[in-house]
């Protein structure tokens, strides 16, 4: 039998006037709601342009807390709605202490979690370290009261690590941008019980390559996603931006594939879209079936990935 979400992607370009993405951006999700999207994802950091091409440090200033005015709006909105919202937000934590976060909110408008970026790059007008903190590592494995205990102060809603948070009928596994490349990763929250991956993303072109350097990186930016939905029998959702920042044309390209790995709904390099998709979470169930990934693993062997290098 079928289980069928509707989930909506939302691609759009940035300004610099935070207040007009902010604005744009809802008013997406509102639009979203109206062609009955259950869970809405929006794009990496979507309330500003990618700040992180140059290290400066009067861009610390548009880090919010959490919570704070800026969740609470978006939390009146997804009561509104009625829809559930993954967010992705440039958090202050404490003075000198931030983190790229998406924080999870049910369609009853209550923040039931938050999710801190575990893998930060630094490249060439990718400086992320310089603003970064990387979310702290899991303990233990969680417990159910652990998971449902959300209310309270600001840490409250901070379980470390790789994690997972229903919305609605879905369990969305809250993975972001630099973490996609990381097979281990996709495992771990798939392990935690996610039917979905998703990654809001802020990924482009640079000025600095050959053309067919940034195709050749396109291609793999997809090729790698779709592997997590083979490797992990679930659904993928990469949610990316569009225009021209400085020296980065952002591609676009937001996309859901299947637990096979198939691209099911694709966005545009170049447009504003809301890309609304059903899902049928019985297929992980028949793909699982056919592909026991999960059964054949040898987990007695794995150790060794706690090493750094092994050579």
Same mark, same amino acid.
């Given at each position: 039998?079928?289980?069928?979400?509707?989930?909506?992607?939302?691609?759009?370009?940035?300004?610099?006037?935070?207040?007009?993405?902010?604005?744009?951006?809802?008013?997406?999700?509102?639009?979203?709601?109206? +062609?009955?999207?259950?869970?809405?994802?929006?794009?990496?950091?979507?309330?500003?342009?990618?700040?992180?091409?140059?290290?400066?440090?009067?861009?610390? !200033?548009?880090?919010?807390?959490?919570?704070?005015?800026?969740?609470?709006?978006?939390? $009146?909105?997804?009561?509104?709605?009625? @829809?559930?919202?993954?967010?992705?937000?440039?958090?202050?934590?404490?003075?000198?202490?931030?983190?790229?976060?998406?924080?999870?909110?049910? !369609?009853?408008?209550?923040?039931?979690?938050?999710?801190?970026?575990?893998?930060?790059?630094?490249?060439?007008?990718?400086?992320?370290?310089?603003?970064?903190?990387?979310?702290?590592?899991?303990?233990?494995?969680?417990?159910?009261?652990?998971?449902?205990?959300?209310?309270?102060?600001?840490?409250?809603?901070?379980?470390?690590?790789?994690?997972?948070?229903?919305?609605?009928?879905?369990?969305?596994?809250?993975?972001?941008?630099? !973490?996609?490349? /990381?097979?281990?990763?996709?495992?771990?929250?798939?392990?935690?019980?996610?039917?979905?991956?998703? /990654?809001?993303?802020?990924?482009?072109? =640079?000025?600095?390559?050959?053309?067919? $350097?940034?195709?050749?990186?396109? !291609?793999? =930016?997809?090729?790698?996603?779709?592997?997590?939905?083979?490797?992990?029998?679930?659904?993928?959702?990469?949610?990316?931006?569009?225009?021209?920042?400085?020296?980065?044309?952002? =591609?676009?390209?937001?996309?859901?594939?299947?637990?096979?790995?198939? @691209?099911?709904?694709?966005?545009?390099?170049? +447009? $504003?879209?809301?890309?609304?998709?059903?899902?049928?979470?019985?297929?992980? $169930?028949?793909?699982?079936?056919?592909?026991?990934?999960?059964?054949?693993?040898?987990?007695?062997?794995?150790?060794?990935? +706690?090493?750094?290098?092994?050579?």
């Amino acid at each position: 039998m079928t289980q069928t979400t509707r989930i909506a992607l939302l691609q759009h370009a940035c300004s610099e006037d935070v207040s007009a993405n902010i604005a744009k951006a809802h008013g997406m999700i509102r639009d979203a709601a109206k +062609q009955g999207a259950q869970v809405v994802f929006t794009p990496e950091l979507y309330t500003s342009q990618y700040f992180c091409q140059t290290e400066d440090p009067a861009k610390f !200033d548009l880090a919010v807390t959490i919570p704070g005015k800026l969740t609470d709006s978006i939390c $009146e909105l997804a009561k509104a709605c009625q @829809i559930n919202l993954v967010a992705s937000l440039f958090e202050k934590r404490a003075p000198g202490l931030y983190h790229n976060t998406s924080v999870c909110i049910d !369609d009853t408008g209550t923040m039931l979690n938050r999710y801190r970026k575990m893998h930060i790059p630094d490249d060439p007008g990718f400086y992320e370290k310089f603003y970064f903190t990387p979310g702290d590592p899991r303990k233990s494995c969680p417990r159910k009261s652990e998971a449902s205990e959300v209310h309270g102060s600001s840490e409250d809603l901070s379980n470390a690590g790789y994690q997972t948070t229903q919305l609605g009928d879905l369990n969305v596994g809250t993975l972001i941008c630099w !973490d996609q490349w /990381y097979p281990e990763a996709a495992r771990l929250t798939a392990m935690l019980g996610a039917q979905i991956l998703q /990654y809001p993303t802020a990924i482009g072109y =640079w000025k600095g390559e050959p053309a067919q $350097e940034g195709a050749r990186q396109r !291609d793999a =930016w997809i090729t790698m996603q779709r592997s997590h939905a083979i490797a992990n029998g679930c659904f993928v959702a990469a949610i990316n931006r569009i225009g021209t920042e400085g020296d980065i044309t952002f =591609w676009g390209s937001s996309f859901v594939a299947d637990p096979g790995g198939q @691209i099911i709904a694709q966005a545009s390099e170049d +447009q $504003e879209e809301i890309i609304i998709v059903d899902i049928d979470l019985s297929l992980m $169930e028949t793909t699982r079936r056919m592909w026991p990934f999960f059964r054949d693993r040898r987990i007695d062997t794995f150790g060794d990935l +706690q090493q750094r290098w092994l050579k």
